[in-house]
């Protein structure tokens, strides 16, 4: 079977322009279509990435041959002749997203998904492909290389370890789930449970104890694998891809990840990354070792065990699911979780970090809108396209589901009496819908909402179809202080502030605090101000930057004072009554003493 042979290379870095080709030796006799995904998997938004394409022709034969574009993203070349040998696509993309989504290349590194670089040959998905990864001309460019989880093609041609040269995979969807990052990066590597994993930094990091972050990744790693094959202890990506690979775009303030079969692309602040000699685990260390393991979860959840709407995957247009907050919102509860397990953490630290995502969900009214299983479906259009009323209409699948896995987890733990967990649940989604969804010859299929549902009770042997269909499709409150009780957690509401509170989220402009959005039932709503105004003044006094939280602890709740803002070019001069948080919160923490459950939970 002759692979589809595409190549990428570093047109001009300097324009943050790539050269692609993709040459077909057996184009359909009736005119051969060629498609770019619009959107990327695990980021769920039309991103519609033909627009990078910035020049594309067809040749056949030596001779030019006429293409037609169909839609926004799909083109359609002339028929070729059998004689006239095979037919190569020629486009430059232009890459300058500097994200986890899409692509990048200037003078320092190169990025790029395949998803928004290599077109895809329609009718042909199933095809081998090769690609030939080439270096950029230069000698400024002689120390680059490349970091991807690609299978190295054999022979003479066949790219060495890190280096330019040829891969291979096995068809399109392959293809587009190995990002690449080429340059001059630092590289790391470990091994968990016998799996190399490769660690990759990009960007400048002094004194980076890189063997520090392997270490910690190691524990994360074996604690996931055995997680999910507690008797092989076998890493998930091993017949194919043999290696996982991390790499991370650092930069100032940078924080995103996007998972992948066999890799995670990643962004990091570089205060978040460890410094050789300094042995203290801050708090944006452990939230880069958090997002590492969320990723490296959805190897299993999401890569492997899927939704139905996503196999295959439809990359033209949206898929719908009601499911995120399954592999979403159950990936962001077992992301800090194995940090404890795995002793990345303590026990104190997590259940600090429990409090803070169940007190970030209590802030914003939309969760008493919309279910973790609308927020699921609707991700297309308000998750990922978010604006300044985003608290007071949605709720997140990814906290408030992580929310329901917790609630899920101590449920049916307590009910059992611990012979049960949401661990059974998950390895058994793995046995029936992942383990071998790559297995040559497999038939692919993806879990179904009502399969969810009938597994859970099937497999804890406690019938929690109604409680879940609760807990994901309505909008109550969830009864986590309760839970918490069985396992030594003490859950307390805080008492009200006598600190009083505008009800707002701001940003810095010019010196000034512009408002970004007011959320429901806070003092700022009650007064009329919205968000965009340029909040001037408190009782006469200028609300500078820094200052708005030094000015508010000089009254108490039920003051009432004057506030000016502009509105546009508007002065807007408003009565304002001070008043509380409007959400509750809570305070979490450990009990006294040995408790067994809480072992078990933390420890397992």
Partial sequence: MTPIRYAIAPLHPEAHLFAVTVTVTTPDPAGQRFALPAWIPGSYMIRDFARNIVRIRADAGGRQVALTKLDKQSWQAEPVAATDGPLT??????????????????????????????????????????VDIHAPAGEAYRDWRVATAMREAPGREGAKRYGFGRYQVADYDELVDHPVEMGTFQLASFRACGAQHDVVFTGRVPQLDIDRVCRDLKRICETQIRLFEPKTARAPFLDSNRRYV????????????????????????RAD???RGDSESSEGYRTFLGLCSHEYFHTWNVKRIKPAAFVPYRLAQEAYTPLLWLFEGFTSYYDDLVLVRSGCVTE?????????TWNGVLRGSGRTKQSVADSSFDAWTKYYRQDEN?????????????????????????KTKGRRSLDDVMRALWRRYGRDFYAPGATQRGVTETEVYALFDEITGVRLGPLLRSLTAGTGE??????????????????????????????TEDGWVRLTQVLDGGAAQEA??????????????RVATGQLDKLLARYRVGDRIEVHAFRRDELQVLPLTLAREPAAQYKVSLESGRHAQRTHWLNR
């Fill in 89 to 130: 696509l020629s486009y430059e993309v232009y890459a300058w997203d500097l994200s986890v989504r899409a692509a990048h290349l200037d003078t320092t590194h190169g990025f790029f998904n395949g998803s928004s670089v290599f077109l895809c040959v329609q009718g042909q998905e199933d095809q081998p492909c090769t």
């Fill in 273 to 275: 990354l460890p410094v």
């Fill in 348 to 356: 104190e630290q997590y259940v600090e970090m429990l409090a803070k």
């Fill in 478 to 507: 969830l009864p986590l202080a309760s839970l918490f009780k069985p396992f030594g957690v003490k859950a307390e509401a805080k008492k009200p502030s006598r600190t009083a509170a505008l009800g707002i989220k701001t940003k």
């Fill in 528 to 541: 009329g101000l919205s968000a965009g105004d340029l909040l001037v003044a408190l009782d006469g006094l």
């Fill in 246 to 269: 991390f790499m991370t775009m650092v930069t100032t303030d940078g924080y995103g990840g996007l998972e992948h079969r066999a890799s995670t692309a990643l962004m990091c602040a």
């Fill in 390 to 414: 985003a608290p007071n209409a949605i709720v997140s699948y990814y906290t408030k589901g992580s929310l329901v896995a917790l609630a899920l987890d101590l449920t049916i733990r307590d």
